[in-house]
């Protein structure tokens, strides 16, 4: 009976317009909720944020209060950044994203202060994505030319004086003003060469060393099933599941790693069933008008270790994750939506078929390529990141910029024939040798990109290759001779994990003619490389440092 009358005593507290704490409404065996205000920087209550304990998630009414029922594993009280309000961060100096507050046991209220932004919410904005920074706690020696002798240079001093200053020069070069916004798609470290507990602090200070507003998502390699590693991260970064809105644009983050047989993990990515009802709760508050963007860090829609009766077989040996179906039901009713994952070390623009509905899922290439070993991908594509527009509820452009490159170049052409260290390109997809044939690696190409090699003014779709497993002969015949900290099966076509689909090729009429490569992707933009540019060296500088 005392329960209930304290209840009703709250109720009635509310209904009159006074204040009580929550002590008042229950008795004191009973865990407290987690309550607070979410106040503007003129001290304004803030209406309709979202909130959440890392369970469920709720909206703050119109003066700015929230209420969330406790929950014995919540470690953090945390909100969504509302598109009209700016990105909070660690620091001046740190602009990576601080949406949070840690649980604390002798703590139940949680209040948070934002700050609005000055001209409303957002038109535009960029956004950069960055695949697996990985750094580690070693020297991975890489080579500045086709010699012997390695160069020793710790993962955060090239993640910073490469990834981070290239960033910071396409930030540069934008129209001033421009919003830009960054997700690491996960692994930002790995313990590779020893667990070192500062890794994961210096990492969030490399990327949030630049004007971008950053978040994380967590990778396999932030945790190793390890609950310490995960610990750092969560140290690091705060929550790993949130979400965030800029612009007309919600975007989620979760992570969907779940371990079994102590280290390893399920690929496609998972999610638990309290993470999917976090998920439904959280896009549950947000308008149908949007676009969504989901980021995670393994690739949903393939992989080859599956769990057991697992629906979506795919070929090949890979399976979409075992929840796609459910997260695409609760997208259908958006206005779009976009999946984002990294893991990988290779890109690929994965389009599959479930359950009558095309699926595309964007699997960024990693900004450390091998490692740190090199210059390029598993796949050749090189080291860097992407750059995306996003303009109302859509995205408007995208590009891939490897990093040191021009953004204008967006592929690479061999001649099919090419012996690169013993592998070549005829050999990994069977192609006629002795005829010219020259093979494009187009970074970030997907079914509706088109790709034309134009021979004395005449202009040929190339064709695509599209084959599971393979390898990229270039990628491969580099690493094969230089790689020190990975197996050779990583690279090649015994990787059963690999899905290859941006290459195409073309058959010249004359084998010496001078061929120009022109792609015009999915948002209108055209790039052209021509033949007097192929690789021809197993050892070209661009997989070495610049």
């Known amino acids: 009976m005392k329960k209930t009358i ?40 803030v209406e309709g944020v979202i909130v959440s304990n890392g369970f469920t998630c709720v909206q703050t009414d ?14 953090f009280v945390y909100f969504t950044v509302p598109a009209d309000c700016e990105v909070p961060t660690h620091s001046a100096t ?21 700050t609005k932004l000055p001209k409303g919410k957002e038109k535009n904005h960029k956004l950069i994505v960055i695949g697996d920074p990985q750094v580690t706690n070693a020297f991975n020696p890489y080579f500045t030319g086709p010699n012997d002798n390695p160069i020793n240079k710790s993962d955060v001093e090239r993640f910073t004086e490469e990834t981070m200053e290239d960033i910071k020069r396409t930030i540069a070069s934008l129209p001033k003003g421009t919003p830009v916004y960054g997700i690491s798609m996960g692994d930002d470290v790995q313990y590779y060469g020893g667990y070192n507990e500062k890794l994961e602090g210096q990492i969030r200070a490399a990327l949030g060393s630049s004007q971008m507003k950053l978040f994380s998502v967590i990778g396999n390699h932030d945790q190793d099933g390890k609950a310490l590693f995960k610990q750092k991260w969560e140290e690091a970064w705060g929550p790993t599941d949130y979400s965030f809105d800029r612009g007309n644009v919600h975007y989620v983050c979760f992570n969907n790693v779940i371990y079994y047989r102590g280290q390893a993990y399920w690929q496609p990515g998972e999610l638990t069933d309290e993470q999917l009802a976090w998920l439904e709760s959280d896009l549950s508050l947000v308008p149908k008008s949007k676009l969504v963007v989901l980021s995670y860090h393994i690739p949903l829609t393939f992989g080859n270790r599956t769990q057991k009766g697992n629906p979506h077989a795919i070929g090949n040996g890979h399976y979409a994750s075992t929840r796609i179906t459910r997260i695409m039901d609760l997208l259908k009713p958006f206005k779009g939506y ?16 479930i359950d009558g509905q095309h699926i595309l899922e964007h699997c960024h290439a990693a900004a450390c ?9 598993i796949d050749g594509v090189p080291n860097g990141y992407y750059v995306y527009e996003m303009k109302g509820n859509k995205v408007k452009d995208c590009y891939y910029k490897g990093t040191n490159w021009d953004k204008e170049k967006q592929m690479a052409l061999f001649r099919a024939d090419t012996d690169l260290n013993g592998e070549s390109y ?21 079914s509706e990109w088109k790709v034309y090699a134009i021979e004395n003014g005449k202009k040929t779709e190339m064709t695509r290759l599209q084959k599971t497993p393979c390898q990229d002969a270039f990628a491969v015949g580099y690493h094969h ?39 015009v992707d999915k948002y209108g933009n055209t790039y052209t490389e021509t033949s007097d540019h192929v690789v021809t060296e197993p050892f070209y500088n661009y997989a070495h440092y610049y």
């Not at 009635?12 to 204040?19: A, K, V």
């Not at 119109?62 to 470690?75: D, M």
């Not at 976009?338 to 078929?353: K, Q, R, S």
């Open 481 to 519: 001779k230089y790689a020190k900290s990975n197996v050779y099966n990583f690279f090649s076509k015994k990787n059963g994990y690999l899905k290859m689909n941006h290459w195409y090729y073309y058959q010249p009429k004359d084998p010496n003619a001078f061929i120009t490569i022109k792609v």
């Open 426 to 446: 005829a050999a990994d997809w069977n192609l006629p040798r002795d005829s010219g044939i020259i093979v494009a690696n187009v970074f970030n190409a997907d």
């Open 62 to 75: 119109a003066k700015g209060r929230y209420e969330l029922p406790f929950h014995s594993a919540s470690k």
């Open 94 to 114: 740190d602009n990576t994203a601080c949406f949070y507050q840690e649980v604390k046991a002798d703590k139940s209220v949680y209040d948070f202060s934002v």
């Open 338 to 353: 976009e999946l984002f994952c990294g893991h990988t070390h290779f890109a690929v623009n994965n389009e599959i078929e």
């Open 369 to 377: 390529g091998d490692i740190w070993q090199s210059n390029v991908n």
């Open 6 to 45: 304290l209840a009703v005593t709250w109720v009635t507290l509310s209904l009159l317009g006074m204040s009580a704490t929550p002590a008042m409404a229950q008795t004191d065996d009973l865990p407290q909720p987690f309550t607070g205000t979410i106040t503007d920087e003129r001290g304004k209550p």
